[in-house]
């Protein structure tokens, strides 16, 4: 698959999840075999305004490239002029090493917040105003040669699946790969995604237009299946990534005809520590640790005694508490 002069050998991404695809968690999963990673959403208006917090959601590093930033926004001159920003690296507080893989267009984000702003899955409503705010990034980007990728969903709800009239719309202003959420606004993530969806949205695009497969995907099976049904040329792999970064791990054995052996309790406890440590390391203690309790928690399904341990965690104020409660000293490797 490739997107742009970008060639991801398997197709196998990490899917932007807005507070949790941060640095930190985007290279962890790079380390298990994800080959392409998307930041958290970065609001195009505010960017535009000089938000300082907003870029610091677009840095990039070479250690986690390819990677692409995630525009949010419905008013194409001020997606045009963040696309042009993050693709030229010419924004007030821009910390990135390196360029980004591509510009990817939020369509699909199902929060009422953002939708209630006209943002994410909201434009499944509306075909034109995709194609304007596709055809403004696409001209900014072109320029610095970065391209453009849309991620949708299958419709606003059960009688709107119109992800094949969106991708569309999306491509013929230049979009260069279009990545499929196979369930609509309305499902929000309950159980049931349309692989049909998918599927047609992969037989109405050009062949030289990769088509991503997202929802659901939580191992080696369901990777399978995503591809055998839908024809996809590549898999984002999102929530399944919580707390188990070894899920692209498994995915990669499984395509290499390679057995894969589950982590063990140990494992997780270290992975979990080693994400905490992260992202204390780029964002602060205090603040830092709070933030990251629930994203601890994600590694304790399953272990004995997860559900005190929560507890506990959730009350932590430092990396140290954290460190004690998942057994594991300070300095520990």
Known sequence: MRIGNTEIKHGLCLS?????TDLPMRRQCRRFGAEYTVTEMVSAAALCYRDRKTADLAYLTEDDAPCAVQLFGHDPEQMA????????????????HVPPAAIDINMGCPVKKIV???????LMRSPELVRDLTRAAVRAAEK???PVTVKI??????????AVEIALAATSAGASAV??????????YRPG????VIAAVRDALPAHIPVIGNGDVRDAASY???ISKTGCDGVAVGRAALGNPWVFAEIRAALAGESFTPPTEKDRRREALHLARAIVAEHGDHTAARECRGRVAHFLTGMRGAAAMRGRIQSADSLGEIEAILGTPMGEK
């Not at 209630?116 to 909201?122: V, W």
């Not at 995604?193 to 049909?196: A, E, G, P, R």
């Open 153 to 162: 969903r299958a419709g606003w709800d059960g009688d709107h699946k119109n």
């Open 116 to 122: 209630t702003a006209g943002d994410g899955s909201a």
């Open 224 to 226: 399978r299946e995503m």
């Open 81 to 96: 002029r963040a696309a042009a920003m993050i693709a030229s690296g010419e924004y007030e507080g821009c910390r990135s």
């Open 193 to 196: 995604v349309d692989l049909d």
């Open 144 to 146: 610095h040669h970065i």
């Open 16 to 20: 932007p999840m807005a507070g949790f």
């Open 179 to 188: 990545c499929v959420h196979g369930r609509t606004r309305e499902q929000l």
